[in-house]
């Protein structure tokens, strides 16, 4: 099917039937300091539902255009400022059921490409009422407990393991 660019972050459009869907691959990056608090940011559409920076890609746009643009819609930080780190980690899930009116007809699956943005401390966030409610930053265990995606999980609790082979290939300073 033809595709015209998106009007809204992570949708396109069917040319000419103005039927828009979110495109089903994404990325997530979890914002952390090199003391390895993350930042977690709770859902709007559902409160109680905490995560980390997640946002669909838009036609064209690659995996680490899409990190530095979402992470500055949701939480107003320059990603460009500090490292961001594609993890090379992909998680491939089955789209909840009350989101699934947002993709094409039979869309039943996501693909998310996890990646960790390190800030030096624990910055302030601007975020958009629409889409978050509050913000916090949490020592990474606690933050894995309590995020609602079993991915977001999953990124949090490798944050430890990633951060300590990028430290030896000398990628980030240590904390």
């Known amino acids: 099917m033809p595709m015209r660019a998106p009007r809204r972050a992570g949708v396109t459009e069917i040319a000419g039937s103005g039927v828009k869907y979110k495109i089903p691959l994404s990325?997530?990056?979890?914002?952390?300091?090199?003391?390895?608090?993350?930042?977690?940011?709770?859902?709007?559409?559902?409160?109680?539902?905490?995560?980390?920076?997640?946002?669909?890609?838009?036609?064209?746009?690659?995996c680490v255009q899409t990190a530095i643009r979402e992470v500055r819609e949701e939480t107003g930080i320059d990603a460009g400022r500090f490292p961001l780190l594609d993890w090379h980690i992909q998680n491939r899930f089955?789209?909840?059921?009350?989101?699934?009116?947002?993709?094409?007809?039979?869309?039943?699956?996501?693909?998310?490409?996890?990646?960790?943005?390190?800030?030096?401390?624990?910055?302030?966030?601007?975020?958009?009422?629409?889409?978050?409610?509050?913000?916090?930053?949490?020592?990474?265990?606690?933050?894995?407990?309590?995020?609602?995606?079993?991915?977001?999980?999953?990124?949090?609790?490798?944050l430890p393991i990633v951060m300590r082979e990028a430290r030896a290939h000398a990628a980030l300073p240590a904390a």
């Open 27 to 62: 990325v997530m990056v979890v914002i952390h300091t090199a003391e390895l608090e993350a930042l977690l940011i709770e859902r709007a559409d559902r409160p109680g539902f905490w995560q980390s920076v997640t946002g669909s890609l838009d036609e064209g746009e690659s």
């Open 94 to 158: 089955e789209i909840f059921r009350h989101w699934g009116s947002r993709y094409a007809p039979g869309t039943t699956h996501n693909t998310e490409r996890v990646f960790g943005l390190t800030v030096p401390q624990r910055l302030p966030v601007v975020l958009d009422p629409r889409e978050h409610l509050r913000y916090q930053w949490l020592p990474w265990q606690d933050a894995a407990r309590l995020v609602f995606s079993w991915s977001n999980a999953d990124a949090l609790r490798v």
